[in-house]
């Protein structure tokens, strides 16, 4: 009961607030009908308040609504309230979906270089075109993160909240096979010896086998935020006992659908 109350009382948040994150009119209505979740075609230009009048696209028909509500309503995006207010010079965004929260931490962090990985095309397409301008800063890699380098499938087919798993020799040709690294592999290519000021990890469920192997990687991490998933049964305090042992001071941040683990060293 209290879940469903908690999910009514974010509804009814994001139906009173959603339209005041366009900058003009224009993104008002465009926003409004977004909501309604109608339509399809080719992305459509918003004006976002919070990212100082700048256009972002968003696909119409999709849940690329729902990702404005997360990063400009609830601000899931945002690093740990200990460090929000440092100098960031590195932040990795794993699981960047259409890039509207990494341009938010580009410009909030100016002095910060940022990657952003995201596994589906479809997104990292509107992702590319909202990032336009940033890219001397912003990276895209189009990869999933997992505990080792392969290939994986992406199940589900959508563009928001996709199930990643090891590509097997008898899955049908419809499931293509995409690479996948991890971030030992990752943290070679991109930055060896360097560290990351703030990683915000939401990779749909394989948190778990990321955080469990192969996790040289974390000590050149300083701090971490983890999305929950619970319908995989990794619960928060999994979560927390697997980035303790990393070596982060962990707390939580719930939420009526799973929340955050944080991770500071």
Not at 68 to 84: G, S, T, V
């Amino acid at each position: 009961m209290r879940d469903r109350l908690n999910a009514w009382r974010d509804r009814a948040r994001v139906l009173a607030t959603m339209p005041t994150v366009a900058a003009d009119g224009d993104g008002r209505r465009v926003l409004r009908g977004l909501m309604k979740g109608t339509g399809g075609g080719a992305p459509v230009p918003i004006r976002i308040r919070a990212l100082k009048g700048r256009t972002i696209h968003l696909r119409p028909g999709t849940t690329d609504i729902d990702v404005i509500a997360d990063d400009f309503i609830f601000r899931y995006q945002l690093p740990p309230k200990e460090i929000r207010s440092a100098r960031l010079r590195r932040i990795w965004e794993l699981g960047t979906n259409v890039g509207v929260g990494l341009v938010d931490l580009a410009l909030r962090y100016p002095d910060a270089e940022l990657i952003g990985v995201e596994p589906d095309q479809a997104n990292l397409e509107v992702a590319r075109r909202n990032l336009e301008g940033l890219e001397d800063r912003c990276r895209l890699v189009e990869a999933a993160i997992w505990d080792e380098d392969g290939q994986i499938v992406v199940e589900g087919g959508q563009a928001y909240g996709l199930t990643v798993r090891a590509h097997r020799p008898d899955d049908p040709p419809e499931l293509h096979p995409m690479p996948a690294i991890s971030l030992n592999s990752l943290l070679e290519r991109e930055d060896p010896g360097g560290s990351i000021d703030f990683m915000l990890m939401d990779i749909e469920g394989t948190e778990q086998r990321v955080l469990a192997r192969d996790t040289e990687w974390a000590e050149h991490v300083r701090s971490i935020k983890v999305e929950l998933h619970p319908e995989t049964g990794y619960t928060e305090h999994d979560c927390a006992a697997d980035l303790q042992r990393l070596g982060f001071r962990t707390r939580l941040e719930p939420l009526w659908w799973g929340g955050f683990v944080i991770g500071l060293k």
